[in-house]
């Protein structure tokens, strides 16, 4: 049973920067593609960044390119999300999705718990 645990959120001044944490377990880390989505109040939920190491690939919305990077520690089965340059837009509930073998988050992923980040 795939489990995602989520951290690292928290407030942070526009223009700083935080880094998110999602360890991840009862999976191997090579065979799933990993993502991170947010969902802001009253908006729909949006993918932020995904990777898949399986492939060599990562995707970024365009709102969070050259901003944000996603990053994978097979080893400790962790996957990061860099975010840099924040901005007021990228206050949000952020999740973790684990998907085997595609990026296609609609279908048999695993989620984690959530961890808010606001900006102001």
């Known amino acids: 049973h795939v489990q995602l645990v989520e951290s690292g959120g928290g407030s942070v001044q526009a223009g700083g920067s935080l880094r998110l944490s999602c360890t991840a377990s009862?999976?191997?880390?090579?065979?799933?593609?990993m993502g991170w989505f947010r969902q802001a109040p009253g908006k729909e939920r949006e993918i932020v960044a995904a990777?898949?190491?399986?492939?060599?690939?990562?995707h970024y919305v365009d709102s969070v390119k050259g901003r944000f990077t996603i990053s994978q520690d097979n080893v400790n089965n962790t996957v990061y999300l860099q975010m840099n340059s924040r901005k007021p837009e990228d206050t949000a509930m952020y999740y973790c999705?684990?998907?085997?073998?595609?990026?296609?988050?609609?279908?048999?992923?695993?989620w984690g718990q959530g961890t808010q980040v606001t900006v102001s």
């Open positions: 009862g999976y191997t880390s090579g065979t799933y593609c």
């Open positions: 990777t898949y190491a399986a492939l060599n690939r990562t």
């Open positions: 999705a684990a998907r085997i073998r595609y990026c296609d988050f609609d279908s048999l992923a695993h």
